[in-house]
């Protein structure tokens, strides 16, 4: 048996999840489903004064693939700036995972991450606010 | 019984390896099963030697590539007992067949404030088109729950079933939970209330005897793919009087009598509802896998099946914290759907993939049913003519090494 995508980290982090959880004052929630399984993933996310992540936190349920993608993806982003959790590349986090996933098993390892984005872009544009602030303060 | 090694001599892919030195081990046969030679064989020949277009050419290939495919028809309607090959409408798989049934009897027939009733424990198919028809007609889409043990709650049914009811739409057996539904007793409670009733077939007709006149329904709709046959081609049976009442599904050539610019007349059963070119090549295919399961005998293929789901369901019992969805033996067909406490159905699903075995993870298109079970997915093994005893121990052994590395 190959069992090299089910490295030590992989089980440990699903026996284990960081970060799992629900906020309960967020800035924003969003969840998605895996359709290929039914599996649902919620992340919350909270900003500093600075746009940056305060505190993420994510819950659901799924396979040990996409239960450690999610560990290892909040943990990543924490401190980071809602632009760059905008950007964040996808290679990033496959990197993260560090194993090879067969194309079925990317789905699983990427839900997260489409959760985070999804969610990050429904925030409105920081810039923006500030831009809209300004116009309304002349 | 059957001599299961000689019909494994059969399929070729069951001569292949999983990965270098890992046979295959094909546990997802309820999914799609494999094909054996004779039906890859005539497909081949069908494209080697007689490849042209069916019903319309004068010439001797269209003529010979015409009586292989309407020969397959005649040899499927003998099969499941139809009255007359009118009735045996090629379609692309069971989701056309419910798919066609919605779009043209149900458009045509269903007015606001009539109901179709279907169960709890059915495919998406037989699901999503009589949603999507009680949509754009106002009718209402009612289910019959099912009890815990997977078999279907007939207590509710006198409420359900009504003179409102238009349509009863269900399942002969539940391609998660193996359940064997009383088909004919569901049919006949339709009937009374002047309600036809409509049966999924897709889990049946490849596995055990199908009589339509026996069961009386009157639509039955099941795929090629499931029993030896190619994908691409499955059948709409539907009793001749009804499927005459009923305007065509779709418009084209070969569905036609006569076309004007101002107006067409259609075509007689079951052309009627074969607009296009059709599958030509794989009609023939399902032609010779029924003549494949024909010689096998149904009553073997469903007494094999019998006896080796009995034998898996007697083995994975045996597995700490396995859970498995449905029935008894007793009341079941060959699939084995079940979960392991702490282990996720695409983790045990990749696990046993690395043994060379092949089983199916997720909710197998029958989301509602999973729901109502409190689980998101399941993992499902499901066995046909070339299961072996050592093949089951194999899934076994590898379940435990799954487990192991877990932790569990």
Known sequence: MDDSIYREQIIDLYEHPLNYGQLETADWSYEEDNPLCGDVIRIDVKLDDQNRVAEVAWSGDGCAISQAAASLLTEEIKGMALEDVRNFDKDELLELIGVKLSMARVKCALLSLKVLKAGAYGMPDPDAMRHAADDQSH | MLDVNKIRADFPILQEEAYPGIP???????????????????????????????????????????????????????????????????????????????????????????????????????????????????????????????????????????????????????????????????????????????????????????????????????SGHKMCGPTGIGILYGKRHILEAMPPFMGGGDMIRRVTLEGSTWADLPHKFEAGTPSIAEGIGLGTAVDYLTNLGMANVHAYEQYITNYALEALSEIDGLHILGPSAAQRGGVAAFTILGLHPHDIAELLDKDGIAIRAGHHCAMPLHHLCGVNSSARASFYIHTTTEEVDQLVTSLNRAKKIFRL
């Open chain 2, 24 to 222: 295959l081990v094909y546990l997802d046969s309820a999914a799609s099963s494999q094909k054996p030679l004779p039906v890859i064989e005539v497909m081949n020949q069908y494209y080697r030697r007689i490849n042209a277009n069916v019903h319309r050419g004068i010439h001797r290939l269209s003529e010979e590539a015409t009586n292989a495919y309407e020969g397959a028809r005649e040899r499927i309607t003998r099969f499941i007992n139809a009255a007359d090959s009118a009735e045996v409408i090629y379609v692309r798989n069971a989701t056309e067949a419910f798919n066609l049934v919605a779009y043209s009897w149900g458009r045509a027939n269903l007015r606001p404030g009539d109901e179709i009733l279907i169960t709890a424990m059915e495919h998406h198919a037989n699901i999503v088109p009589w949603q999507i028809m009680a949509e754009q007609t106002g009718a209402v889409l009612r289910h019959l729950p099912f009890l815990p043990n997977g078999t279907l709650d007939l207590d509710p049914l006198p409420q359900l079933l009504t003179e409102k009811t238009k349509l009863f739409s269900f399942t002969a057996v539940s391609n998660v939970f193996g359940t064997v539904n009383p088909v004919r007793q569901l049919v006949d409670a339709a009937h009374q209330v002047g309600a036809l009733a409509m049966v999924d077939a897709a889990q049946a007709v490849p596995h055990m005897p199908v009589d339509v006149q026996a069961w009386n329904c009157d639509f039955l709709a099941f």
